[in-house]
C-alpha cells in the first residue's frame, strides 16, 4: 500500500537554527498537509496546501513557517529561526481529493528536538 | 468551528475483554469523524471513518464505532481486545465542505493486559 514518508525521523537541533523537515505524499495525491504533536498533547493542524499555495493555516503557523513544494515529489515544512516550544512531533498527510470525507493519509512523522 | 473530546486519557483492559473508547464532538455544521491509532514511534492510522449513511461502521482489526447524533458522539468500542491492541486512540472530525482540516481530540491510551 502506497505510504507518506518523512525524513529525518529525528532532528535536534540548536535553538535559533533552521530545519526543513522533508516529506513525500503518495504520488497521486494533490492536498497535502502538515500537523504537529506537542509531547502529551493533542495533534494540531498546522497548515494545508495544495497547487502551490496555502490553503489554509491556523495560528500556530507564524511568519516563521513556511511551506514549499520544491519539485513534484517532496513537500516541505521549514521553520526558520526554531524556538525551544517547537520541540514537538510533525506529521505530514495527504490525500488524494478535496473534502472533508477524504481521509488523510500520515506520515511517521519526525521529531524535533531543540535545545 | 470543531471540536472534539476524548474523556479519558486513559484506559486499563484486560486481554480478551471488551473496550469502549469516548468520543464527543462539537460543531455547528455537519461533519465527518474519524477514528486513527497511533503504535508506538509510528505515524497515525485511519482504523474507521463515518460519512453518512449506516451509523455503525466497521473498521480494522475489528473495530467498530457509531455515530449518535443526538449525542454527539462516536464511541470506538472492540468485543475482545488483544495485546497487540495497546496504543495511543486519536477521534477526529472534519467539516463537510472544501479543504478540511482535521480537528483531534486529546486521545485515548487502551492498555492491555495479560
Known amino acids: 500500500e502506497p505510504e507518506v514518508t518523512q525524513t529525518p525521523s529525528h532532528q535536534v537541533t540548536q535553538m535559533g537554527q533552521e530545519v526543513i523537515l522533508r516529506c513525500v505524499p503518495i504520488?497521486?495525491?494533490?492536498?497535502f498537509y502538515w500537523y504537529r504533536q506537542i509531547l502529551g498533547q493533542k495533534v494540531e493542524f498546522l497548515v494545508s496546501?495544495?497547487?502551490?499555495?496555502?490553503?489554509?493555516k491556523s495560528e500556530i503557523f507564524d511568519d516563521q513557517f513556511s511551506v514549499e513544494r520544491p519539485d513534484g515529489s517532496n513537500f516541505t515544512l521549514k521553520i526558520r529561526s526554531t524556538k525551544l516550544e517547537d520541540s514537538a512531533m510533525y506529521f505530514c498527510a495527504s490525500t488524494e481529493r478535496l473534502g472533508g470525507n477524504q481521509p488523510q493519509h500520515f506520515g511517521d512523522g519526525t521529531r524535533l528536538s531543540i535545545l | 468551528a470543531q471540536s472534539v473530546t476524548q474523556l479519558d486519557s486513559q484506559v486499563p483492559v484486560f486481554e480478551e475483554a471488551p473496550v469502549e473508547l469516548r468520543c464527543n464532538y462539537s460543531s455547528s455544521v455537519s461533519v465527518y469523524l474519524f477514528w486513527y491509532v497511533q503504535y508506538p514511534n509510528q505515524g497515525l492510522q485511519l482504523l474507521l471513518k463515518y460519512l453518512s449513511g449506516s451509523t455503525l461502521v466497521k473498521g480494522i482489526n475489528g473495530f467498530e464505532a457509531e455515530f449518535n447524533k443526538s449525542q454527539t458522539s462516536f464511541h470506538l468500542r472492540k468485543p475482545s481486545v488483544h495485546i497487540s491492541d495497546t496504543a495511543e486512540y486519536f477521534c477526529?472530525?472534519?467539516?463537510?465542505?472544501?479543504?478540511?482540516?482535521?480537528?483531534f481530540g486529546t486521545g485515548t491510551r487502551l492498555l492491555v493486559s495479560p
Open positions: 477526529a472530525v472534519s467539516g463537510n465542505t472544501g479543504f478540511q482540516k482535521l480537528v
Open positions: 496546501f495544495y497547487n502551490n499555495e496555502i490553503s489554509e
Open positions: 504520488s497521486n495525491h494533490l492536498y
